[in-house]
């Protein structure tokens, strides 16, 4: 009897285990750009293709879809980083930043938004740093559990002067990426180049290079202490 009793809950035991590691089996395997250099990611992105599964944002990006730039700084010494975006809307220039959590694995990053109580791991799947970065953006949103896949592509502008248009290659990479998570490539929204943006200035102005690379650790800019006293965040959810 008693070792009827231990078969059976061997047998139980070995069920759980076959449905939790089952479960661990579902989760996506995501994988980052090979030898990740945050250093050399750091500095000046211009948004210029994007995807989501969010109806929202893609109806908001249809409405406007204008190239958006990035300012990236990370202070060494620091487990996080500034995402500082800038945008020409409704007739007047926005500035947004958020704060992204290193993790662990290099190119993957974390923030929340408390606006949507979302939790947004984001990846860095392929980049060459000088030219081009294509980012994965996961999010879950609680309590419902509402998950969010958004593919953007980023272009870098570097001292060669190299222009806005996006090399076919990258642009096909791009499309078999957002194939791969699930999405249709016919509904990527292209954004377009109505130059850049000063807050407190009218209109905007030509896009042109800027040197890229991040800061010394201890030191800041000079509107450093100033962005951090408000930090919106940049990425809209449903």
């Not at 139980?12 to 285990?17: D, E, F, I, N, P």
């Not at 990006?61 to 010494?77: S, W, Y």
């Amino acid at each position: 009897m008693q070792r009827a009793l231990s078969l059976v809950s061997l047998l139980v035991l070995g069920s759980a285990w076959t449905l939790q590691a089952a479960h661990v089996l579902t989760e996506p395997l995501i994988l980052t750009q090979e030898n990740f250099d945050l250093g050399r990611f750091m500095g000046k992105w211009y948004e210029v293709a994007v995807v989501s599964t969010c109806p929202h944002y893609m109806q908001r990006k249809r409405g406007n879809p204008i190239i958006a730039a990035l300012e990236l700084q990370h202070v060494p010494c620091e487990d996080n980083f500034t995402m500082m975006g800038t945008s020409f809307r409704n007739g007047s220039c926005k500035q947004m930043s958020t704060v992204h959590g290193l993790t662990t694995t290099p190119g993957r990053f974390y923030h929340h938004v408390a606006r949507f109580g979302a939790d947004v791991d984001s990846f860095v799947v392929h980049s060459n740093y000088d030219e081009y970065a294509m980012m994965l953006l996961l999010s879950t949103e609680k309590p419902s559990g509402n998950k969010t896949t958004t593919v953007k592509l980023y272009i870098i502008l570097s001292s060669s002067g190299r222009n806005m248009n996006v090399r076919a290659a990258v642009l096909d990479d791009f499309k078999t990426l957002v194939r791969q998570h699930g999405l249709s490539d016919d509904t990527i929204i292209m954004n377009q180049n109505k130059g850049e943006c000063v807050p407190g200035e009218q209109g905007t102005k030509p896009i042109t290079t800027q040197p890229q690379g991040g800061r010394p650790c201890g030191t800041l800019e000079k509107d450093d202490r100033h962005t951090n006293t408000y930090q919106t965040k940049i990425f809209s959810h449903c």
